[in-house]
């Protein structure tokens, strides 16, 4: 063997048996919890206490399904905080939507609010540069999760790591002084509020003060203490960066100051988001509710099946009699999912599913693996809707571009979406809204947290809006007598449309979708 192949096999073995550690080298970490930080002082609580004491043990909640809505909430939360900030984001990328959050973060910890930010390390290589510097601020702390041990080759981590490193932190948190927690759908990226410049995701938040905001603060601090969540510091070099901090800072106002920012808070403002979601604190609807969610064991493939979001969730569920709603951008129900739907549908309950036609899917290998299983669903008459790459804009953003035309500002994108919305409801009695897919991913490999509401009025609210607007934002899926799948769209009663071919699809695209579907990889989607 010539020396050169010696040494060649050598560092290979050498970075075959760095891998089998899993994780680099971890630091003692000091044990943190957000309770340790009285906020009974701060203006939040003021506000919200009274309305505890008026409603013990219940939850007030607010819907944020306007992308608008969802950005001023954030943005006004975190101009309102006055001792902590806990964020806990699947992606923060670096756009203006990033970038502004973190602004209005960076005065918040000037202000002397202590801020945590944990972010999963799977979206994180663009932005652990900015982290790093950010995390020199002292009351910034910065975690990534689950971390690459090859900063810079990822894919060795993916080809000697894969069990690990398919694992990722899917949740999404944001809690301000111990009062109000935001969970959901949505990142920080550009595209969650609309200011995508290709596409946008159609996406739902809810607000939650009261039990349940207490029980999302405890799932982060589980999450920020686990041994898989490493400080920024410990991961990255800095002499990789040349960005200093004075230097972020600068960039940070730049982008603040910016037309296309300031044009887009602009509009978050004149939409009255502020106003109706914080000046009017007594319109939080008020109901029992419970948040569930992964623990961290689940991500290290220790937890047994029992502790998953999904079984406590669906112990806690009631049976659907009537009604069953199902809003999940990426549907792979398998075959035991698509048995108990089809069970309940032939048990007369009406079943309907939206999830994202092909063209409208951001992750389009999924479609592969849901559109199998189109045929018997609708087969045992349950209802499938496929949300439209184009949506009628008349009904989506009406009021959005009223607002925009009055003060004169350019919307970009709003003709392309994508759903990204994961929520259900069961006749007129409960409702989920939260961050998991009705998909194999969500169930067995993702972290994932979300809310049961048992609020009536909510759930009726849903069905009545999907029985008025379905049938503008998505296509219709009905088998015709040769048992092949048509889709159906109306644009308006006088102007309905049928496809019998997969709406913008090409014939190659199906070919590859229907090899892809052979491959048994189901179970990472």
């Not at 003692?28 to 203006?43: F, V």
């Not at 569930?292 to 806690?316: C, H, M, N, R, W």
């Amino acid at each position: 063997m010539s020396l050169s192949l010696k040494i060649f096999l050598s560092c290979l073995l050498s970075i075959g048996i760095a891998a089998c550690s899993t994780l680099p080298p971890q630091q003692p970490q000091p044990i943190q919890s957000a309770l340790s930080t009285d906020t009974r002082d701060t203006s939040l609580a003021k506000m919200i206490q009274p309305l505890r004491l008026q409603h013990p043990d219940l939850t007030g909640y607010h819907i944020l399904s306007d992308p608008l809505d969802a950005l001023a909430a954030r943005i006004s939360l975190i101009n309102q905080a006055e001792k902590t900030l806990d964020l806990q984001y699947y992606i923060w990328n670096n756009d203006r939507i990033g970038a502004l959050a973190l602004y209005s973060i960076l005065q918040a910890a000037n202000r002397g609010v202590k801020v945590r930010l944990l972010i999963d390390d799977n979206n994180a290589k663009e932005m652990e540069g900015i982290f790093l510097v950010l995390d020199q601020h002292p009351n910034i702390d910065i975690k990534l999760y689950n971390p690459y041990r090859f900063r810079h080759y990822r894919a060795i981590d993916m080809l000697l790591d894969l069990k690990r490193i398919n694992r990722r932190m899917h949740n999404k948190s944001f809690i301000v002084d111990n009062q109000i927690a935001l969970i959901g759908g949505r990142n920080m990226s550009d595209q969650y509020y609309n200011l995508g410049d290709n596409y946008q995701f159609a996406d739902v938040d809810v607000m939650l003060v009261g039990q349940s905001s207490d029980q999302v603060i405890n799932s982060f601090d589980n999450y920020w203490n686990d041994d898989y969540a490493y400080p920024v510091k410990q991961l990255v070099n800095p002499q990789q960066y040349r960005l200093d901090y004075d230097n972020l800072t600068q960039q940070l106002a730049q982008n603040y100051k910016e037309i296309s920012t300031q044009n887009y808070l602009d509009l978050a403002y004149h939409s009255q988001a502020f106003e109706r979601n914080f000046n009017q604190l007594m319109h939080f609807n008020w109901t029992q509710a419970e948040v569930f969610s992964d623990p961290p064991e689940k991500i290290k493939g220790t937890a047994v099946p029992a502790q998953y979001l999904g079984p406590q969730l669906l112990a806690k569920l009631e049976k659907p009699e009537h009604h069953l709603d199902i809003i999940s951008a990426y549907f792979v129900p398998g075959k035991e999912g698509t048995a108990q739907l089809n069970a309940l549908a032939q048990q007369g309950v009406k079943v309907r599913i939206l999830t994202n036609s092909f063209k409208a899917n951001d992750v389009p290998i999924v479609h592969a693996f849901y559109s199998k299983y189109r045929p018997d669903l609708l087969d045992h008459n349950v209802q499938l809707y496929e949300f439209l790459y184009s949506p009628d804009q008349e009904v989506l953003h009406k009021d959005i571009e009223e607002i925009a035309q009055k003060i004169k500002v350019n919307i970009k994108g709003l003709s392309h979406a994508s759903l990204h919305a994961k929520l259900f409801a069961i006749d007129d009695k409960q409702v989920f809204i939260g961050s998991p897919n009705f998909d194999p991913r969500s169930a067995y490999l993702n972290s994932e947290i979300g809310v049961l509401l048992n609020s009536p009025t909510l759930a009726q609210g849903i069905h009545q809006a999907m029985n008025q607007n379905l049938s503008h934002y998505a296509y219709k899926l009905l088998l015709n007598a040769d048992h092949h799948i048509n889709w159906q769209v109306e644009k308006n009663t006088k102007d309905i449309r049928e496809f019998k071919t997969e709406p913008r699809m090409r014939w190659y695209q199906k070919a590859a979708l229907k090899v892809l579907s052979w491959l048994p990889i189901e179970g990472f989607m």
